[in-house]
């Protein structure tokens, strides 16, 4: 079983939807939590990190952690086409990467 | 700040050459991180340094792979000899932490070098 699953999409929203991302962990020990952002032929960029449960707000994304269930989502709200992109969930610890949920947004 | 460097940003090359793919850290990072990313298996940890010395390289597929980190400014990542199962994206990364010791942030990569073995 890997460390980290995340919801393997693809996924197709119309503008202006609400977009929820997942993933789900296994290793207790993991303490940071990290959602990256990843255009095709670039490298990941990092958008929100956590480290506490609960929900961190950055414009229209949210973060959010239930420790108690090894559970971490990111919500995009208003989604735009330029958030059109492979998101990439992360935890540190021995920097385990989830496989990427590829979203398109269609105007 | 340039950002995380990596050259080449492409490199094609025939089964059994040596490859070397260079990373340049964000001055200040301690951390230094290889990533290889591949449609089949995701984004792989090879290995990662810390002030320049190797902390985990468990990651790192076979023998024909090494890393070094001469100095806080530079990081190779050599394979020898290359064979077509290495075709990938290569990633550099770096972060840092604070003087507190805490974590101060997620890794800054660089845009990766595409490398394809013929």
């Known amino acids: 079983q890997k460390e980290v699953e995340q919801d393997p999409g693809p996924l197709s929203v119309p503008e202006g939807a609400i977009v929820s991302l997942n993933c789900t962990y296994s290793n207790s020990a993991f303490q940071y939590f990290m959602w990256y952002r990843q255009y095709s032929r670039k490298g990941p960029e990092l958008l929100m990190y956590?480290?506490?449960?609960g929900n961190k707000e950055d414009g229209r994304f949210t973060a959010q952690v239930d420790k108690s269930s090894k559970y971490i989502s990111l919500f995009i709200r208003d989604s735009q086409p330029s958030d059109s992109a492979t998101y990439l969930c992360?935890?540190?610890?021995?920097?385990?990467f989830g496989d990427g949920t590829t979203l398109t947004v269609k105007p | 700040d340039a950002g995380v460097i990596q050259s080449p940003r492409h490199e094609v090359t025939e089964m059994g050459q040596e490859v070397t793919l260079r990373c340049k850290p964000i001055s200040g990072h301690d951390y230094l991180f290889w990533y290889r990313q591949t449609m089949m298996r995701g984004l792989e940890l090879l290995i990662y340094?810390?002030?320049?010395?190797?902390?985990?390289d468990s990651g790192m597929p076979e023998d024909r792979f090494s890393a070094k980190m001469p100095n806080a400014s530079f990081s190779t990542l050599k394979i020898q000899p290359s064979e077509p199962r290495d075709s990938a994206v290569y990633f550099c990364a770096s972060s840092m932490i604070s003087s507190t010791g805490t974590y101060s942030g997620g890794y800054t990569f660089g845009s990766g070098t595409r490398l394809t073995v013929v």
């Open positions: 956590t480290y506490s449960s």
């Open positions: 340094f810390n002030n320049n010395v190797p902390i985990d």
């Open positions: 992360a935890m540190k610890g021995k920097s385990t």
